[in-house]
């Protein structure tokens, strides 16, 4: 991660959330964390990450989740010049589903 974001606060919470063991302790804890429209804009930008990452046009994007061009842009950079972040979890989600298809 940058330097732009990286400090003990940060480290704190991240280390708070990998602490969660459960969908419904997920729930609570950011339900209590963040605001409805904040919770509404980052599961957005994940949908968008995983429809670009399908190779879906920005039209459809739009179309399938009403988030603005503007969003999904600046999904579209993260996904071409930042960390990987999104393609990293994506990818253990499809990891885990692929054992769980077995």
Excluded: W
């Excluded at 997920?26 to 429809?51: H, W």
């Excluded at 994007?61 to 600046?74: E, N």
Aim: aromatic letters at 8%; glycine letters at 6%.
């Amino acid at each position: 991660m940058g330097n732009l974001v990286h400090n003990d606060s940060l480290d704190s919470l991240f280390e708070a959330i990998l602490a969660l063991d459960s969908m419904e302790e997920c729930y609570d804890f950011f339900e209590d964390l963040c605001t409805v429209p904040e919770l509404k804009a980052i599961s957005q930008r994940f949908k968008v990450a995983t429809l670009l990452l399908d190779g879906h046009v920005y039209s459809d994007i739009v179309a399938q989740t009403g988030a603005s061009t503007a969003t999904i842009s600046r999904v579209n950079r993260s996904l071409s010049y930042g960390c990987d972040g999104y393609k990293k979890v994506l990818a253990r989600l499809d990891s885990g589903k692929e054992k769980t298809d077995e």
